[in-house]
């Protein structure tokens, strides 16, 4: 982010933004006849090799078998995949789809309406790229509830894109890494929904984000490398208020996660009883044997930050991102540090669970990229695919999805080639499936 003074919206959407050149796909219902898929090989999100040969039977949004051979139902839509490998469908557990890099410094004077279009266009992208489910966890409407208006939207059918499961705004301290105030001129006054000090208010925000609908609590249990007022080294909540935030959302029935990097912030957070943490790569060796011990997700988000720390001395890399001069000396700062941190979760038996941060880097990148960059630094192909499937799934405590099998639903994807020899073709998806209705098939582009 950069530092800006406030403006007005109107003469920031005078700029070309980018939903303006894409096509919105309008949505799709499952097919009323039954879908033979016959896959050249098939991966079923919980084995540790390809089953082969397989086909799936799908009906009125679900698997209904799943066998060599399934037998063709009259009527039945046959679709051939013999050079595929069909997976189920990705999830992404860390997307911010109200959020462009190149807003980073303006999107707080964005319009919720303005916000609300943005969304559209990066759920119909995440679509494309075989995500069928995502969990967006940092609203950028500080002032109204666009990713939960979006998740309504796609659930009523009114807009096409992958299955939405909001966390509401990341909640924050004032001058922490979620307050965008220091984005704005001295002589602003903004109200921004998502800032809690002390318990109290704490307690307020938290109910306020479930009442309208978030389904995860994220708050910011450090600082960051994009934000510039803080420090990915601090730790803003207290014990006393992590534990107050944790604890409000629990008892209304909803899970926490949060925003960390650093040993403090994660042990403050495991105590208070957190489901997942997102980033954690700044932890020990000791901190990551806490989070497996207690059977905590870890979200770590490594294109985004790993790749950063990695190519800290490319110039030509740091051009290209247009990066403010402060997030790059953060980088340069923790860069060793990162990259040990990194080699350390692939050598650990935490829950890894795939997120990706975009968003924070541009939807013309392919989000499928977060699996090449976890076997770049360690993580196996098959733990890396089942942090998109089944571990996602059950952490999302979503039995239905993530895995493919009879009764579940159909969310299907392929992809040429075979994922466990070339982790790259997660990023050639050309066949995607959510809730039985067909969004991409090969030869579509």
């Avoid at 249990?221 to 006393?240: C, K, L, N, V, W």
């Avoid at 960390?260 to 994660?266: A, F, M, R, S």
């Avoid at 923790?334 to 941190?341: D, N, S, V």
């Amino acid at each position: 982010m950069k530092n800006a003074a406030f403006t007005l919206t109107a003469p920031l959407l005078a700029q070309p933004l980018s939903w303006a050149s894409t096509a919105i796909a309008a949505p799709l219902k499952a097919d009323p006849a039954p879908v033979v898929i016959v896959a050249g090989n098939l991966w079923d999100g919980l084995a540790d090799n390809p089953l082969g040969p397989m086909e799936l039977l799908v009906e009125n949004g679900k698997i209904s078998a799943m066998a060599p051979d399934v037998g063709r139902p009259e009527g039945a839509r046959v679709i051939s995949l013999p050079d595929h490998t069909v997976t189920p469908g990705f999830i992404d557990s860390h997307v911010h789809v109200t959020l462009r890099p190149e807003l980073e410094d303006k999107i707080f004077d964005l319009s919720s309406s303005a916000k609300a279009l943005l969304g559209v266009e990066a759920l119909s992208i995440l679509l494309g790229h075989g995500f069928t489910t995502v969990r967006d966890t940092g609203d950028m409407d500080i002032h109204g509830y666009t990713t939960c208006d979006l998740a309504r939207a796609l659930a009523e059918g009114r807009i096409a894109g992958p299955r939405l499961i909001p966390a509401g705004h990341l909640i924050s301290t004032r001058g922490g890494h979620g307050d965008g105030e220091p984005l704005l001129g001295a002589d602003s006054n903004p109200w921004q929904n998502s800032l809690a000090d002390g318990v109290d208010e704490i307690r307020k925000v938290v109910r306020r984000e479930i009442s309208r609908g978030a389904q995860w609590i994220k708050f910011a249990g450090s600082g960051g490398f994009s934000s510039p007022a803080d420090d990915p080294s601090q730790t803003p909540y207290s014990q006393e208020e992590m534990n107050v935030m944790v604890g409000t959302a629990r008892d209304l029935g909803i899970p926490a996660t949060l925003h960390v990097y650093g040993d403090e912030g994660i042990r403050r957070a495991l105590t208070a009883g957190v489901r997942g943490i997102e980033h954690g790569n700044l932890a020990s060796r000791d901190t990551l044997t806490i989070i497996e011990d207690k059977g905590v997700y870890l979200v770590p988000t490594q294109f985004a930050v790993i790749r950063q720390a990695r190519l800290i001395d490319d110039d030509a890399f740091w051009k290209a991102a247009d990066k403010p001069p402060y997030v790059r000396r953060k980088y340069r700062k923790y860069a060793a540090q990162l990259m040990e941190a990194a080699k350390n979760i692939a050598d650990s038996k935490v829950k890894i669970v795939f997120g990706t941060d975009i968003g924070t880097f541009s939807f013309d990148t392919n989000n499928a990229g977060e699996f090449g960059e976890m076997v770049a630094n360690g993580i196996s192909p098959v733990r890396a695919l089942k942090a998109a499937t089944s571990m996602a799934a059950e952490m999302l405590q979503m039995p239905d999805i993530g895995v493919l099998a009879a009764g579940k639903t159909a969310d299907i994807v392929a992809m040429p080639g075979n994922p466990f020899d070339d982790i790259s073709v997660t990023e050639k998806v050309d066949f995607v499936m959510h809730d039985g209705a067909i969004h991409k098939s090969p030869g579509q582009g």
